[in-house]
């Protein structure tokens, strides 16, 4: 008698961990890797941008050093000489103007380097209107 209460308590036993054994396995197959990319990615459809109203307060003397930087460095002899590490950023806006100068260091025709100096204008929407090195 004694076997068999045993046995008819270590069934339900047996069962329980059987079940949970399955259970942890479909977790584990069904869970899915929560930092996978997903199978097909939609790329967003292309917008249109659409330029703001032209306003002196929200163009940054930041951008206007990028937009002038490439029209300086064309009239350099030797554009990757470019050097901005002296950059003195300096910024106006006279008579509906942006005016921006900066010193940087390039070669010179001699193939020294020298620090130069540069000024851009700007017209009020922040359109490049002349610049040269000084």
Not at 95 to 103: K, Q, Y
């Given at each position: ?79 990757k ?23 940087f ?30």
């Amino acid at each position: 008698m004694n076997n068999s209460i045993v046995d008819q308590l270590q069934k339900p036993a047996k069962f329980i961990i059987g079940f949970v054994i399955i259970a942890f396995i479909a977790y584990l197959l069904f869970s899915g890797d929560s930092d996978a990319e997903p199978v097909a990615k939609a790329e967003p459809a292309p917008t249109a941008q659409v330029k703001p109203e032209p306003d002196k307060d929200k163009i940054s003397d930041l951008s206007l050093y990028f937009d002038c930087k490439p029209k300086i460095q064309e009239q350099l002899n030797n554009p990757k000489s470019f050097d901005p590490s002296v950059t003195s950023l300096k910024y106006n806006f006279v008579d509906n103007e942006h005016i921006i100068g900066f010193d940087f260091y390039a070669e010179n025709g001699f193939g020294g380097e020298v620090i130069q100096k540069a000024v851009c204008s700007f017209d009020a929407d922040g359109n490049i209107l002349k610049y040269g090195i000084v």
